[in-house]
Structures are given as structure tokens and as C-alpha cells.
């Protein structure tokens, strides 16, 4: 029996959920928790697109820092790249400091400069969680 002679419904009128990339941009939104470009909106403004462009390369100035800082972590207490970076994260939002400057601080401890005060204190308990968590 051919498929399209078999009893019930046709595969092909069957309704299937739709895949992630075609749903309403507002769905996907929630999900991410970013804003969506939508059809109605328009096209961004060049004042947008200078904005973002600058943010990119902020970005892209700030990350060797970052990545210093987490191969600093991995040679001082043997953990990974992504816990280094947990331990950098968390050590920020602890603080109410940016990564980027926690990262510097503890670059600058290499040269024999103090942390500051706000991020020494911190970062014990950024350890000891990180130690918690290996363990256990």
C-alpha cells in the first residue's frame, strides 16, 4: 500500500509546532530575555548601529583581560577556564563590580599590587564555594 493510500491522517496536513526560528519574535524574546528585532519596528538607526559597534569593541578589548585573569586563577588554584570564570562572575556580582575591573585587580596582583579591599574580601569566599563544589 502506497503512503499516500494508508487509512488516517496525511503526514503532511498534519499540524506540527512550528520550529523555534519561526515563531513570534516576542516568544523568543521571553525566552532570551533580549530584544527582538520585529517587522514593525524597522531597521535599526545609525545611531544604534554606532552604539552596538562601540559596544563590540569594547568588548573586544576587554576579553584578553578577562582571559588573563582566568589563567591567572587556573595557575594559582589548578581549576578550569570556565571555573575561573565562574570564580571571576561571582566575585563581581559579590562586589558590585564589573568583571572587566575584577580582572584587572587581579592581573595587577602579579606586579606586587594589593587587591582592593572591596574584591579581597570577596574573593576567599569566591574560593571556598568554588572548593565546596570540586568536593562535593
Known amino acids: 500500500m502506497r503512503p ?5 491522517p496525511r ?3 498534519v ?3 512550528l520550529p523555534r ?11 532570551t530575555g533580549r530584544e ?3 517587522p514593525d519596528r524597522g531597521m535599526p538607526t545609525g545611531e544604534q548601529l554606532l552604539a552596538e ?17 582566568r589563567g ?3 595557575a594559582a588554584w589548578s581549576c578550569t577556564a570556565d571555573e575561573g570564570w565562574e570564580i571571576l562572575v561571582w566575585v563581581s556580582q559579590h562586589s558590585n563590580t564589573k568583571v572587566h575591573d575584577v580582572a584587572k ?3 595587577a596582583t602579579t606586579q606586587n599590587e594589593p587587591l582592593p579591599a572591596h574584591i579581597e574580601e570577596h574573593l576567599p569566599a569566591a574560593r571556598a564555594r568554588w572548593l565546596a563544589s570540586r568536593d562535593g
Not at 519561526?22 to 524574546?29: D, K, L, M, S, Y
Not at 559597534?53 to 585573569?69: I, N
Open 4 to 8: 499516500s493510500q494508508r487509512p488516517g
Open 11 to 13: 503526514r503532511d496536513l
Open 15 to 17: 499540524e506540527r509546532p
Open 21 to 31: 526560528a519561526a515563531r513570534a519574535p516576542r516568544e523568543t524574546a521571553r525566552e
Open 36 to 38: 527582538v528585532d520585529r
Open 53 to 69: 559597534t562601540q559596544q563590540l569593541k569594547e568588548a573586544l578589548e576587554r576579553r584578553p583581560v578577562v582571559d588573563m585573569a
Open 72 to 74: 591567572v586563577l587556573m
Open 105 to 107: 585587580a587581579l592581573i
